[in-house]
């Protein structure tokens, strides 16, 4: 089973490549030609190819036969609960469910495409976000923890060790200071080093999402604590304060910058128009997730920093 309908074609290939198609049977295409909506399909006999029958593991196998039936999981849901209620039927299926059932896979084909037109929108828009990162344009960037990866290699250079939670928790914590650009950030952090203060505040070079935080520290300075997901504890007040004085006794400027006071005159460009209802689906997901990640915390679990 696949997830999207393009896959299908990609796992075509590869039985190609990798077996002798004996038989390939495109149910859909059947219905097509009939006018119909149903059952949708790839069904395939296979053999070992030659190549691989040569090999010894496989050569007891070489004149087996297999079927392999792929589909998309809406293709499959609708094939398995259709055929379970139609071999529990003791005669044909009743008209009246038949016209529902034939409903129906009219619907999750249309959905089958528009999860398709999503991925492939969604592809677009992170290559174009990237691209715009590339090029130095910031404003019209989104902060994404896709697009905040592409800035921070670009920005602090590539680190291997950081994982997607790692951005992931990164921008939602950007967000959550009030930062709606990437151009935000670049005016907040313009001039640091780094390196430089991630030694002074914490006595080694830390990972990139780290060495980032610590450039928002100095960037911010009391704006960065009072927002941070964190600022609940004390001892993390505590923490942080304490890294702003040593970044002032090695002469290193702690701004006062604060994102909520520097918002753009137009929109950031974005994925798709936003309305109200949501602003606040986004609004729940982040505080859903920021309260995943104070619990790890409480835990002692943190993001690859």
């Known amino acids: 089973m696949t997830y999207f309908p393009s ?9 190609s490549d990798e077996f002798r198609i004996v038989e390939r049977s495109d149910k859909g295409a059947a219905l097509i030609e009939e006018d119909r909506f149903g059952y949708q399909s790839l069904h395939y006999l296979v053999k070992f190819s030659a190549r691989r029958s040569r090999l010894p593991e496989y050569e007891t196998f070489s004149d087996a036969m297999a079927e392999i039936q792929v589909r998309t999981i809406l293709q499959h849901a609708w094939a398995e609960i259709e055929h379970d209620i139609q071999y529990k039927s003791a005669s044909v299926i009743l008209a009246e469910i038949r016209r529902r059932f034939m409903a129906l896979a009219g619907m999750l084909e249309i959905a089958d495409r528009e999860f398709q037109a999503i991925q492939d929108a969604d592809k ?24 905040l990866k592409a800035f921070l290699d670009k920005r602090l250079g590539a680190d291997g060790r950081m994982s997607e939670f790692s951005y992931d928790w ?15 950030v670049e005016r907040c952090i313009s001039g640091y080093d780094d390196n430089q203060l991630s030694r002074i505040a914490t006595g080694s070079r830390l990972g990139q999402t780290g060495r980032f935080e610590c450039m928002l520290l100095a960037g911010m300075g009391e704006n960065y604590i009072q927002h941070h997901t964190f600022a609940g504890y004390p001892w993390y007040a505590r923490q942080e304060h304490e890294r702003i004085e040593r970044i002032k006794r090695e002469g290193v400027e702690v701004r006062d910058y604060d994102p909520l006071l520097d918002q753009p005159d137009t929109s950031p460009r974005t994925d798709s128009p936003a ?6 689906a986004a609004a729940e997901v ?14 002692g679990i943190e993001p690859t920093r």
């Open 286 to 299: 982040l505080l859903v997730g920021q309260s995943e990640v104070e619990t790890a915390f409480n835990k």
């Open 170 to 184: 990164t921008a939602r914590l950007l967000k959550r200071l009030g930062f709606r650009t990437l151009e935000q």
């Open 124 to 147: 677009q828009l992170r290559a174009g976000a990237r691209s715009r990162v590339e090029g130095g344009q910031l404003s019209q960037v989104e902060i994404t923890p896709d697009a």
């Open 275 to 280: 309305d109200s209802d949501g602003n606040i």
């Open 7 to 15: 896959t299908l074609a990609a796992i075509d290939r590869m039985l």
